[in-house]
């Protein structure tokens, strides 16, 4: 048998065996750099360390690679708690956010109710539909431009 291709493409089935493609660069192809992408593959890696020793165990951990792991874990740690006070200040606003809204809803339903003037009723109202219905959107024409364009399909179609 030659190391050669057959000219046509296709391949020629070894003695005893079946032909299969070589194995992918890295466990994931060469498009992946050898990095694992899913758990599967990151499980297989991570054995396939442990297994090469690159993984150090409680047992063969020297204090150095300890110390470098606790200054990693504190560091993460305080990522951790920076983001955390983030969040929760995030999470303040949004809140004092959401008052001011409930307090201008309250302000406008009242002036929409007992407002002294018709022009006061009217703007009354016109802020509760403004925080009540979704803002428009720019991502295609309304419904009502659809209808409107749906009549005029068959006079356009007819060429009138």
Do not use: Y
Not at 70 to 90: G, M, W
């Amino acid at each position: 048998m030659t190391d050669q291709k057959p000219p046509d493409g296709t391949q020629e089935r070894p003695e005893g065996g079946s032909a299969t493609p070589a194995p992918p660069d890295g466990p994931n192809g060469p498009h992946s750099g050898g990095q694992p992408r899913g758990p599967v593959d990151w499980a297989r890696h991570q054995a396939a360390q442990w297994q090469a020793g690159g993984i150090p165990t409680a047992s063969t951990i020297t204090q150095q690679q300890l110390d470098a792991l606790h200054a990693d874990l504190d560091e993460l740690r305080e990522i951790s708690a920076t983001r955390k006070r983030i969040a929760r200040r995030r999470r303040e606003q949004l809140d004092q956010a959401e008052a001011t809204l409930d307090a201008v809803r309250t302000l406008a339903a009242e002036l929409f109710v007992s407002g002294a003037t018709q022009t006061e009723r009217a703007v009354g109202r016109r802020i509760l539909s403004v925080l009540t219905e979704p803002e428009p959107h720019n991502a295609g024409p309304s419904v009502a431009e659809c209808a409107k364009a749906d009549r005029l399909w068959p006079l356009q179609k007819a060429g009138e």
